[in-house]
Nanobody, 122 residues
Framework: QVQLVESGGGLVQAGDSLRLSCAAS????????INWFRQAPGKEREFVAV????????YYADSVKGRFTISRDNAKNTVYLQMNSLKPEDTAVYYC???????????????WGKGTLVTVSS
């Protein structure tokens, strides 16, 4: 079992930056691949980024590539999502999720956090 808690969301202006954190507790955190998803009002939850268990591989949605960076610190049981050049269309609840494989789809996740709201004003 892995418990995930997101933090770092807030209200920012377009062009600003935010860093989200996903703190994990439970056993074997370092054996899971950690994903970030987001869900905007009225839309389906969508994949944002994933980092493999060691931190050696990362993948991004095209919509955030070049602006967002995912990283992890297994000693701190924490995954980060650095978000730069934010746009109003990045407004959403951001969730972290753990999986055993690199699957990039919501129903492939084993554990979810409760999310943190990011609002980007124009």
């Amino acid at each position: 079992q892995v418990q995930l808690v997101e933090s770092g969301g807030g209200l920012v202006q377009a062009g600003d930056s935010l860093r989200l954190s996903c703190a994990a507790s439970g056993r074997s955190f370092s054996s899971y691949h950690i994903n970030w998803f987001r869900q905007a009002p009225g839309k389906e939850r969508e994949f944002v980024a994933v980092i493999n268990w060691s931190g050696g591989s990362t993948y991004y949605a095209d919509s955030v590539k070049g602006r967002f960076t995912i990283s992890r610190d297994n000693a701190k049981n924490t995954v980060y999502l650095q978000m730069n050049s934010l746009k109003p269309e990045d407004t959403a609840v951001y969730y972290c999720a753990a999986a055993r494989g690199i699957v990039k789809i919501a129903n492939g996740m084993l554990y979810w956090g409760k999310g943190t709201l990011v609002t980007v004003s124009s």
